[in-house]
């Protein structure tokens, strides 16, 4: 079997390596955005995708748009494309040019959270189950038929980037048996229930702000959602201060009010009940645990997301 391959990013690797490591398939491209700036340096660095392929030997495309490479897929007479996370939409001129289709592999049990963050809007919203989906693209945005639906429960206190690499590598599998199965005809693909679809917008900075007026179990989803990227945040007299780690308690106060320090850090009222701050990383410094966090700032009294004179 002969496919390529479209992916971007580090969720993406799993699949590549497995499809690399099938003798019976032959990775004919590796297809990837460009080099991009990255980081705090803002850099020019390789892909995770174009990195691993390029170990591997095998060809690496980077068009800058997605129809600069029509005509190099349709010479190479692919059996079927894949595609994990590869970060532009694939315009039907692409999608003719990949053999019997292009499987894609989505991090949730679709019609489920269809689009850019499934993983951070199904832990936002707190389910407590998601999965994978193996479906043939289609010009929609995933909408195109399932070949196969993998769950997983989510577990407690895992972080969006947590099961983001669970996800990632339990897909990995199952994308290569839906790419053979579409090509050798064991599986066929059933359309979604569109009237069940939920949708999963990319995340802004601006979104992942807390409100410490919603109940703490909703904070406590946010800060597990937005962690990695882009990180929960709020303010400490008017600095920003990202939370990466909390876990929920009783406790009673104005929302946002550090009402208390216990063994493992401050202590923040929300509209029921409050958050322990388990990580904290205050604004120029490291990521810090709790204890020294509250030891360091003392910040018992005071009023997260209050501005420079909240009390």
Same mark, same amino acid.
Do not use: M
């Given at each position: 079997m002969r496919i390529a391959f479209f992916g971007t990013p580090a969720p993406a690797v799993p699949s590549l390596e497995a499809f690399l490591d099938d003798p019976a398939i032959e990775v004919a491209a590796v297809v990837t955005n460009p080099d991009r700036p990255s980081g705090r340096g803002h850099r020019v660095a390789p892909p995770p995708v174009k990195a691993a392929a390029a170990a591997a030997g095998?060809?690496?495309?980077?068009?800058?748009?997605?129809?600069?490479?029509?005509?190099?897929?349709?010479?190479?007479?692919?059996?079927?494309?894949?595609?994990?996370?590869?970060?532009?939409?694939?315009?039907?001129?692409?999608?003719?040019?990949g053999g019997r289709g292009f499987v894609n592999l989505h991090f949730s049990l679709?019609?489920?959270?269809?689009?850019?963050?499934?993983?951070?809007?199904?832990?936002?919203h707190g389910d407590e189950e998601t999965g994978v989906s193996c479906f043939v693209l289609d010009e929609g945005m995933d909408t195109g038929p399932v070949l196969s639906r993998l769950a997983t429960p989510i577990l407690q206190g895992e972080t &969006? @980037?947590?099961?983001?690499?669970?996800?990632?590598? %339990?897909?990995?599998?199952?994308? =290569?048996a839906a790419v053979r199965g579409l090509v050798d005809g064991s599986m066929t693909a059933q359309p979604q229930d569109h009237e069940l679809a939920t949708y999963a917008p990319k995340i802004r900075p601006e979104d992942a702000a807390l409100t410490w007026e919603a109940p703490a179990q909703a904070v406590e989803q946010a800060v597990r959602a937005f962690n990695p990227a882009p990180g929960a945040h709020t303010t400490l007299d008017g600095q920003r201060l990202k939370v990466h780690r909390g876990t929920v308690v009783? &406790? @009673?106060?104005?929302?946002?009010?550090?009402?208390? %320090?216990?063994?493992?850090?401050? =202590?923040?009222?929300?509209?029921?009940?409050?958050?322990?701050l388990l990580e904290v990383q205050p604004a120029g410094k490291a990521r810090m645990d709790g204890v020294a966090f509250?030891?360091?700032?003392?910040?018992?009294?005071?009023?997260?997301?209050?501005?420079p004179h909240g009390a």
């Open positions: 095998a060809a690496v495309w980077q068009p800058v748009r997605p129809l600069d490479v029509v005509e190099d897929l349709r010479d190479l007479r692919l059996d079927a494309c894949a595609v994990v996370a590869y970060g532009a939409l694939l315009p039907p001129g692409v999608l003719a040019a679709l019609p489920s959270w269809r689009g850019a963050a499934p993983v951070q809007h199904a832990i936002l &969006a @980037g947590e099961l983001t690499a669970r996800l990632a590598a %339990v897909g990995a599998p199952q994308l =290569v009783d &406790a @009673g106060g104005p929302p946002g009010a550090i009402v208390g %320090v216990d063994r493992r850090g401050p =202590v923040v009222a929300c509209g029921r009940g409050g958050l322990v509250a030891n360091g700032y003392r910040p018992e009294g005071k009023r997260l997301g209050a501005g």
